[in-house]
């Protein structure tokens, strides 16, 4: 009883004891949560900082697998390839070259940290000259676009070319229809059954992807990617997206951006029972560490608070450019 006679039920937290409160925490960061980006260019002994990412590096395959060794040492359990070709044309035709440099570095880390679980991004826009995600279709009224069917049969061949190095999952990012079974139904033909999909189910058009534009040199050259990327200000969008991928034989689905689409996290949560990823993408990345180098945040307390909310609001995997220091903090 309080002093006015009322039954208090208030937790009293103030004086609560501080493994209890522990105890007590329904969402916890785990390692096993973290899915580490990579970005990796052709060469060897590359470890170039990427000015758009602080403490982000473009490295070579054996650079990357150096990483990935020294990151599975740490307790990290996954990370996520973008690779970076010498040569880019329209077609995008680096990005299913079988001794291209994702294919080349998928093996090395394989080789490295064989039990770091390598998953690759599928997309064209890194190998393709005008930085859009398949190759470009100039309708009747003159208006560029992508051709969607096109890219579609490139995607394919992309994944089954990861997936023959040794990928463990292909990711693809590039938001086409009925990309997911284009590649469920290649993969299946070249045997590799055993190989999951992670889609990028929930991709919204965001500003929030360009410091990653300039990491993976993939900006574009014209027009904008708001013909097959959501519209932010479109949430019922959401549930047709992941069921679409799900129909179509996603193993995993992806909400992305993250911490600013709390929100669709939740609701893609509620929508199904299947694994669910987040992307913290570079942009949120970005006003994170900008934040900090300027003294208004501190580093490890925020970016905890942030990286534990992604989770809470129902992702079960997080992909962050924080899953280093992370993984040395938790
Ligand atoms: C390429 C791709 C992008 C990102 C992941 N894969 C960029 C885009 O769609 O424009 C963004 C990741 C980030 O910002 O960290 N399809
Ligand atoms: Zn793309």
Redesign the pocket.
Known sequence: MNGFGFPTRRMRRLRMHATLREMLAEVRLDRMDLIA?LFVREGEGIRRPIAALPGQFQLSPDTAAETARRWSDLGLRAVLL?GIPKCKDAAGSGAWDPAGVVPQAVAQIKRAAPEMVVIT?V?L??YTNHGH?GPITTGADGARTVDNDAALLSLARVAVAHARSGADVVAP??MMDGRVAAIRSALDDQGLIHTPIMS?AV?FASQ??A???EA?E?SLRFGD?RSH?MDFRAPRQVRPEVMLDLQEGADIVMV?PAATYLDVIQTVRAACDAPLAA?H???E?GMLVAAVQLGFLEERAAVMEVTTAIKRAGADLIIT?FAEKLAGWL
């Open positions: 980006p973008f991004d997309c826009c890194e995600c990012s590039d990028y991709k929030l992807y410091p990653f534009r993976a993939g990617r990327q992305k992307y993408v570079s942009g990345y450019y």
